[in-house]
């Protein structure tokens, strides 16, 4: 029986351990004989495993809810390809277990307080009066929720604290290209990136684990692109900010998607426009390129990934 | 010497009469001799015509501008397959003249007074006094300028007063469909119809004579979707409306382009934005239909008409 | 034990009731111990579920078929997100039972004769001889199967008398817009929007049921707007009609679909024909988006739909 | 003075011959100085020239036609990059200059009653009854137009002759391509041969010296895919022959340009189908090579054809 | 007991006879009473079927591996519309059974040898001296591999000896059209159709049975367009070849695929090259449509074809 | 009469100076007085002009070739909104004239050899043997006519030292990103930013003045990025190289353009050719939007960049 991390299971493990439960249902099987079982996806701090306990029934969906943390037994197999965990015993955890919620989620590298501190940092350097205001006055209003949502639902940054990490990220390289595309305007773009993905905290519901159950009906009928503008035209007005700059802002938040059917109405028309969108998509990339080979070995690759434009990514030998 | 109007021109008329300057320039000839002539747009109710005067001078330049009435004396040629008109005099039209700026301009069928009453009309058909409230607030915002603003700079409806006839249109038409499509909702159809191109007013800069000169700044960088949108957020909030009210407004705007490409990030999710959209479009075509049909004669086509995805109209024998 | 319309099943629900076989099959499980099991698609007049029958025999597969009604006692689960029947016990129904086949179908919200009858009456408001004579030859030819044919074999109006139905909604929705555009030839409009369609009952097999369980050969060879043409062409040269009245029904049938990759080879180049796309587009869209929220609660969304460039259709709570 | 064909024509040559005129246009220069001029385009057996006389009177337009033939003394200039004639002398050609029309005109390489004649030896190999039948029905019907037409407005086989050329050619390489792909049906090949491009006689007018001056009405509403289509429609119950052959004729003409926006609605589903569209589109684009490789020197490309994708075709010098 | 090929497998028969194992794996069902099967695709020289054994030890995964022949009983079911072998007794293939590997795999239709004579006839056609050095350097380096070698993964010409199939139908079909289009440089086109497909050699890997496991690491990052294009400059350097050689032989490698989206780079600018192209094209679509007719009965479509743009073949009656 | 450069032009000024000839040629007006006139393109280092010296003979075409400094008198005019210089008086340059070539061409703000040494500098930092090597081999080689070749023949980079100037750009901000995202092979990328436009010294043909005049056979026949893998292929192969190497710096160059529509056949399958990308296009776009806004005022919008989708660049007033 062996207590492992799920990123180190192999297949034919017996494992034994906790984790928490991402996803429950259950379920009716193809079947003629055996009518239902439940269905678990569990996480911990490493990764993500389906899981099965082949029985269901009315105690036991009451018992295991989305986001409880549980202890597993079980025996790891293949499915198609993909690990699965049979569950042979499972129950939740108590206070007697001494459970620290921080150890069963994906999160960002960086702790969530620094991540907005640096934020803040960045703030600070801003020189214009309103375009710092109105930077302000819609972080104020996010800050709690910028702690734990990620950046995505399931592409590039889907972690707890996804959405600092993707941001603080850009600034720092955009701070790093300033210097040599120097006639660009750092107050335009510093603010840009602060603000480009913030309505994400609109667009999508996430819980304080950094995992996003749904997009809002807001979410879905704007898009975090129209929402973004609206908070910028909401704050820019509320501090009586100069007409040109809340509209640059909002020209930066219209365009940073670059391609209209990628949300972006309008391509950029100002050189700090066409930074922010080559920053985010660049990190964006270089996320998930960085993901897909962390679990491939020299001289292999990585599965199809979505967000790549379907392409395996290769781990050179010389690295 | 004829005294027609621009719409019965026929190659080798000569013709005297008055019209609208829509532009003038002075330019110059690739070639050795004459180094310089005035190249005029000139205009009347009937239609528009290119016109030359085969020199320029400080005292000409100064003389003639855009929206002057001119009294003009000339032969009209074909040049390229168009006819053009060569000046051979030209003088300002003056108070002895008895000119009526409204026989100058191409204007929609019906009075502007009229078919804005006709919108005060169907607003008061709209039951929800929030929908109602914020199509109000929008509509007096913008009533001065709604009185000659054309819908387009070049494509359908860019005549004086176009966009009251466009809205108008798709308001008559709209009353008919929710008779057989009775499940819609009538108070969301009518303010999204009255509300969907406003915004062109603060996208476009437009003489009194409906004519554009050109897109405004804000035109450019944001366009008159999302300028839309920010209207109906400041109008919603500013009479408190409810917030779904405000979302399902912004979202019909949003959406009535359909197609990313041509400005909509959102496509329509409401069966009231998908009429709207349908409204609109067959509005437009319609009209640019009618237009290129209106020069043709039975059992010819058309030029090809670049809204109608370059199609050339036929115009059957048996109407 | 419930007796239950398919309309109104739950998980969970013990249910007893009659239901006609859309499909049936034997097949078998990817499964060590039981090998085969007959797999149902059963209908009534309120929707369609999918139920499996643990066992299968040579007599089971001799006695369920296609198109029969049958008794059914079973228990719905839910598999992969979709309900499910587990069938406990079945028989064929017999004549003691009762049964009315109307009541087992998906139809049209109007009777076909009353929606056929409607179709003469706007045959009768065509004027022109030729016109009206295509069109009467081509309907008698075609009315038997126009009684019961769907319009799509899975998309808009695939039910019982959908091809009825969607030709009259557009027809009455034409005879509105025609008060509005009223420089159309309403001749051409009511022909083209009664042909427009017609050929779909030589490019799908259907059963009485208005169920398509094929296409035809010629359906896959040339398709119904191909099909239609030649209709046309055959009807036109029986009576000796015009020639360009033959050549613009022609054109509408043609570009009816107006892109070229939904099978238009040809773009609408007159008025009527563009009216006619508009009109027919626009009743498949309605239609779509009414049937996608009629199972949605207020306030949530319905599943993506194919038709509507998978979009998820939003019902407002406002409604 | 130089006495070359236009083929021959270099830059300040000065030139005396005989021409055909394929259009002449009486226009007005953008200049101040000089109103009019008559603008030729000349041609000959070897190729086409613009050519200017810089005055234009009425009689000079009553004097000079399409299709006749003049004589012109001239120098070549060069403009845009195109040789260009300055005409110094013009006259009308008369019975006396012992004209002989065939010297005018861009011809194909074979005399039409010999490609003609290889058609009906084909159709002498066809063994089905019906689809000879259908073939020759058709045939019969074309016959006198098909000696002259050319195979396309402006693309490829744009000569006299042009459709018989295209076709023969096709039919020798089909009947090469059956040797190596033998279970391919030769009936249904060579009728689809034969027929694929006939109805062009009735899309285009052309003059009998195989020039297109427009297309005609149903050429533009309906296209010679769909016009070919009626054709076997007709022809085949005509002659009464199986609906299979019908069918099979009629698919291998709509999907013989294969992509729907290239004018085909359904893709080939049938071998013999296949095999008509490479044959079709690899002769159009041996043809477009072969003449774009006429006028380049070996190592040099010539200009961008817009019918090979814009692509410039480079002349090796190995050849 | 049925000793049949799996070509000619029904539903419900019971077989007997030996199988080549195309790949093997222990899988776990989605079920919680048997865990573990074993997953066999079989094949013989007329087919492949999927079999399942539904038990799984260590021993058993030991015992078989791909490419080994092994003895099965077994009874043929359908699962979700395809045949399945439901395994009842296994065992490997021993000295004793007199096992001739070539039964048991799918191969062209002529043999290796023969077909690569044929290349080595074609090779000696070519009169340059260096086009045919270079050939002939590549060919000597690749000679072993292009014995087994299949011209693709899954779609045209997946078979044992595919590559050199498709390369010699394709050097016939050359030959005959050189006959109509004369003026083609054949020691080009020669070489251009036995060079463009060489470098799938190092693109993929096969066995010796002509099966590919997998693509190559330089496979995917560079594919064989470029890696044919490194052979031909190493190739032509290495013999000193004129450059112009070289360059227009690359040329004709890069441009074989015609659309940028599908691997060209250049679109074909010598008519050798675009020759090459229908060639390729042709040949590999001749090739599906054969193969999907061949199972296909008369008046009945094959399935949706993926490398036929999705198109169901149809089987006409006439043939 | 004014001394003044290029760039300092206004309409209406009489200028006098020096220029160089960009491109010269005698063409003829549309025009039936004067026949000839000689076109000139001039620069200097601060822009380009079009100027007409109205007239044209054999001695004058001899007089001025491309590439040559002369002294022009002449009239600023404005022609389709583009300024046009008339010349009155024009001579070439002599020697006591005292012309230093460097002030007549567009460069880069740096000098080459600085640019040249800071590409030494950066090679140092390669550790890999074989990355170096490879990269050092193809420099070398280059090394004479990279001093002066522009990076395209007319987008982005367009001057004499282009090329140096966007790849040392390039360096420096990879240089900065290699410090945020810090896994990165620094090798891969500096080696790639440096060879990854390098081939086009022998795609396009350029004057020692950094003015391309035409693409060579070899740049139309294969492109820079095909060309560019043969340089390394045979660079590789020269130092015996390790084979992976080679692969990876070839995907890289393969890669750079990511769209198979911009030339690369594949996309980036390692985090170092996806990093390349962004570097470059990045660089391409961030250089035109500097080079529009140079003549534009704040609050105006540049014309429609090609290079950049079309857009119009908009100047901030704030910055």
Same mark, same amino acid.
């Given at each position: ?12 493990d017996?494992?034994?351990?906790f ?16 009518? /239902?079982?439940?269905?678990f996806n569990?996480?911990?701090s490493? @990764?993500?495993?389906?899981? /099965? +306990?082949?029985e269901? #029934? ?6 295991f ?5 549980? $202890? ?31 150890? =069963?989620?994906? #999160? ?7 991540? =907005?501190d640096?934020?803040?940092? &960045? ?7 309103d375009? $710092? ?23 590039? *940054?889907?972690?707890?604290? @996804? ?14 290209? %300033? ?10 773009? &510093?603010?840009g990136?602060?603000?480009?993905d913030?309505?994400?905290? &609109? ?5 304080? +684990? ?8 807001? @979410?879905? %009928?704007? @898009?975090?692109?129209v ?10 007005? !509320?501090?009586? !900010?100069?007409k ?12 940073? *998607? ?25 990190? !964006? ?5 960085? $993901? ?11 599965d ?10 290769? $781990? !050179?030998?010389?690295?």
């Amino acid at each position: 029986m062996l207590n492992k991390k799920i990123g180190d299971f192999n297949k034919n493990d017996k494992i034994e351990g906790f984790f928490l439960i991402k996803t429950v249902d259950c379920k009716v099987t193809n079947n003629s004989i055996t009518n /239902k079982y439940m269905d678990f996806n569990l996480i911990d701090s490493t @990764g993500e495993i389906n899981a /099965k +306990l082949w029985e269901c #029934s009315n105690e036991l969906e009451q018992m295991f809810k989305d986001n409880m943390v549980v $202890k597993v037994r079980g025996v790891v197999n293949e499915y198609r390809g993909k690990l699965q965990l049979k569950i042979e015993k499972i129950r939740n955890a108590t206070s007697e277990d001494n459970i620290n919620i921080d150890d =069963f989620v994906l #999160s960002a590298p960086y702790k969530s307080e620094d991540m =907005f501190d640096l934020i803040l940092d &960045y703030m600070e350097k801003i020189n214009s009066k309103d375009i $710092k205001g109105i930077t302000e006055q819609i972080i104020l209003e996010c800050s709690e929720k910028m702690m734990h949502y990620p950046a995505a639902k399931s592409n590039h *940054h889907a972690v707890r604290g @996804g959405l600092l990490y993707h941001t603080t990220t850009m600034l720092k390289a955009g701070e790093k290209l %300033l210097e040599v595309y120097n006639y660009l305007n750092s107050d335009l773009l &510093y603010a840009g990136i602060i603000l480009h993905d913030i309505a994400k905290i &609109y667009e999508m519901d996430s819980s304080e +684990l950094g995992i996003v159950s749904q997009y809002t009906v807001e @979410g879905q %009928l704007l @898009g975090h692109i129209v929402l973004g503008v609206n908070l910028i035209d909401r704050a820019g007005n !509320a501090i009586k !900010a100069d007409k040109e700059v809340i509209m640059l802002l909002q020209h930066m938040i219209l365009a940073h *998607h670059y391609e209209p059917e990628y949300g972006s109405p309008k391509r950029p028309m100002i050189p700090e426009a066409e930074m922010l969108h080559h920053l985010d998509i660049m990190d !964006a990339r270089m996320y998930d390129m960085q $993901k897909a080979l962390s679990d491939v070995n020299e001289g292999d690759f990585s599965d199809k990934i979505y967000s790549l434009d379907n392409v395996s990514i290769y $781990k !050179a030998k010389l690295n």
